[in-house]
């Protein structure tokens, strides 16, 4: 494996947990959910109206109960995860209302759309993990999306999936279908299943839908991944390192709370922080600011101990196009390369979270491929230096023919699925097909052979039933 790399020192990591401290206790955190209000106030520490004073005492002890590592576990269990410091895990795109197609057309997604990503993600030998909300489905009513998206990934796939942040209702409704699809609450809480994207709300505040997910999500001893999305010089600090500090201030405040809830409960340090464009106000993710403050995320979760989540094939592009490329890779090679355990938006996202593109899940697919092989780095046993087959063809030779070539080639030497290699020739024979159009046609045929993994027909009826019977009484 190659190693991580760090961009903050030990010192530098310090003073920003040193900064974040100050901030939780002369500045506050806004709670907009009583509940939440009252654990922390029974716990002992200040509270005002809907703000909460932290203590340094209190952060340490609860990041302490925070466990260092666990577990997500899949129908399937050979695709169960490790959230770590050292696995990677690669989910798709992450709440995107837009459907961006090859000619850079824009329209609203839809139920078949996310049900094609599910696949998509499904077939993926890169990808671990179906994600949650893939894509916003906005021809299927708000009040029970939940739970035609929490449906799509039990059916579609048997990867590990996300479950709702709706508020109380999606939480209570995806722990209710976990429990169904895995043996009941004693078998998820034992074994969480179940993970859900808790996001602040910069500057310094968490609203009742997230507080309530939260909650919900810890009671069941499920998984949390407390995220804070800062805009350096609009939502928050121009300077990288105010950022930091605040970023950091937020994913700890929701992490304690958790904690507070239900000592032990899963969770991950989560960034989506990035830069706000000063010409047009709008967040921009493609940038070396977002690598950076993607890298220094998951160092400053290995300094409290916990699994961290950041980076993606991020970019602000509106076409699968150079820019969609270059941004991507770095932003998902920073990531991994860093250190990153779980990675949202690693396929498929365009223009700063808000599109997704078929083409574009291709691309990120061959680039998740491209970042795994270099990961993994050289295989420097004995054996692989085949010193008798150098010996063997000597001087002016080739090695086409030796055994070990064939013996090692596959597992040495990455294939691509989308990348050109062709001559001139070939290429041109084959109609001078760009990468975008070799996309388009590589997704249409992994949709048209996939077959979706057995779910007991039994199983799969009480599913039903329950969502049946859950969306008589939601609407």
């Not at 666990?70 to 169960?80: D, G, I, Q, V, Y």
């Not at 977002?290 to 989540?309: C, D, E, H, I």
């Not at 270059?326 to 990153?340: K, Q």
């Not at 808000?354 to 491209?370: N, P």
């Amino acid at each position: 494996m190659i190693p991580k790399f760090d961009v903050l020192t030990q010192n530098e990591v310090e003073n920003i947990h040193e900064h974040s401290v100050k901030i939780l206790e002369e500045v506050g955190v806004e709670f907009t959910y009583d509940p939440a209000v009252e654990v922390l106030k029974k716990a002992g520490l200040k509270t005002e109206g809907h703000r909460v004073y932290f203590t340094r005492e209190f952060i340490d002890e609860m990041m302490k109960k925070a466990p260092k590592e666990f577990k997500l576990h899949a129908r399937n269990p050979e695709k169960t995860v490790n959230c770590n410091h050292t696995d990677l895990i690669l989910t798709p795109s992450y709440g995107p209302p837009y459907i961006y197609d090859a000619q850079g057309n824009r329209r609203y997604s839809n139920m078949e759309d996310y049900d094609n990503i599910v696949k998509l993600t499904g077939a993926s030998e890169n990808i671990d993990h179906t994600g949650g909300n893939v894509c916003e489905p906005i021809d299927v009513p708000e009040e029970y999306r939940h739970l035609k998206m929490l449906y799509s990934h039990i059916k579609n796939s048997d990867k590990p999936f996300m479950g709702s942040a709706y508020g109380v209702v999606g939480a209570s409704d995806s722990v209710k279908l976990a429990e169904m699809l895995f043996g009941g609450s004693d078998v998820i809480k034992k074994n969480p299943v179940l993970i859900t994207l808790i996001n602040s709300i910069t500057p310094l505040k968490y609203d009742d839908r997230m507080l309530g997910a939260l909650m919900t999500y810890a009671e069941a001893g499920q998984a949390c991944l407390v995220s804070s999305l800062v805009m350096s010089g609009s939502t928050g600090p121009a300077t990288m390192a105010g950022t930091m500090a605040l970023q950091n201030a937020e994913i700890l405040a929701g992490i304690c709370l958790a904690q507070a809830v239900n000592p032990g409960t899963p969770c991950i340090y989560g960034s989506t922080s990035g830069p706000a464009d000063m010409k047009t106000l709008t967040l921009s993710i493609g940038t070396a600011e977002t690598a950076l403050y993607t890298a220094a995320s998951a160092q400053m979760a290995r300094y409290y101990g916990v699994p961290s989540r950041g980076g993606g094939g991020l970019n602000d592009t509106k076409l699968v196009d150079a820019q969609a490329g270059y941004e991507s890779m770095l932003t998902l090679f920073a990531a991994a390369a860093s250190g990153i355990n779980y990675v949202l938006h690693a396929a498929g996202i365009m223009q700063y979270y808000t599109a997704f593109s078929y083409e574009k899940f291709v691309m990120d697919d061959e680039v998740a491929g491209l970042v795994r092989k270099f990961l993994k780095g050289y295989n420097m046993d004995e054996t692989m230096f085949v010193y008798d087959d150098i010996k063997e063809v000597g001087p002016g030779g080739h090695y086409l023919y030796q055994a070990s070539t064939f013996e090692l080639f596959r597992q040495e030497l990455r294939s691509p699925v989308l990348s050109d290699r062709q001559g001139w020739e070939g290429w041109d024979a084959e109609g001078r097909k760009d990468a975008c159009t070799r996309a388009t046609e590589i997704w249409q045929k992994t949709l048209a052979e996939y077959e979706a993994p057995a779910l007991d027909e039994a199983l799969d009826r009480e599913i039903c039933n329950f969502i049946d019977t859950r969306i008589k009484e939601l609407m």
